[in-house]
């Protein structure tokens, strides 16, 4: 219904995964930005003590097992137990990356499966934590991971679903992002639309030359 639609826009956690996990939280219509700016490093959530070592100095950030890097990581360290998976077909360890993981889930390959639901499973963890502190009516999974489409989310929502707590549920919905190359820059808009350094979206539309 239209109520439901306004709700979505108005309370929502957007996850971009990509490299690394980037993170933002619109509350009652506004982005939230703390006091700083710095507010909503998602990927910089620990989801676990001990785990591996993050790029920012902490250990065991959403980051490190949510990302493009983390499946790529698990991948080459599984290889030397499973050379015959599908995953290498055809590819060098240098040019391994997240994609081939989930062609090769696509194709039912046992080693990419496993990699595929421990990053679910992970990330759904991640998800969880920002349900209950956020308590949102959308959470938007965006970025290069993003694309993998609903072998990725059915799972993903499924996963969420049976973690977060039972007053949560029914009250939240997992997408994936409808935006792609243009995110950044309508995001970028939208701040200064909302702390009113433009007017309206078409003041800040460059202008044609022709």
Request: aromatic share 4%; charged share 20%; with cysteine.
């Amino acid at each position: 219904c239209i109520r439901d639609r306004y709700q979505r826009r108005v309370h929502g956690v957007a996850l971009t995964l990509g490299t690394g996990v980037g993170g933002g939280v619109v509350s009652h219509g506004l982005l939230i930005s703390g006091s700083r700016g710095m507010a909503a490093e998602l990927g910089h959530v620990s989801i676990q003590q001990h785990g591996p070592p993050c790029g920012c100095g902490n250990w065991g950030c959403l980051e490190t097992y949510a990302s493009a890097k983390s499946v790529r990581r698990l991948a080459l360290e599984a290889k030397r137990k499973h050379p015959e998976s599908l995953i290498f077909k055809g590819v060098t360890d240098d040019k391994l990356d997240a994609s081939h993981v989930f062609a090769a889930a696509a194709k039912g390959d046992s080693l990419a499966l496993q990699i595929m639901e421990r990053f679910v499973n992970h990330l759904a963890v991640g998800i969880v934590n920002f349900i209950h502190i956020f308590d949102p009516k959308v959470i938007v999974i965006g970025g290069g991971l993003a694309k993998a489409g609903d072998p990725l989310l059915q799972p993903l929502s499924a996963r969420v679903a049976q973690l977060v707590l039972p007053p949560y549920r029914g009250n939240f919905v997992v997408e994936l992002s409808q935006l792609t190359s243009d995110a950044g820059i309508l995001g970028a808009a939208s701040v200064l639309l909302q702390r009113g350094v433009i007017k309206d979206a078409a003041a800040a539309a460059p202008k044609s030359k022709l």
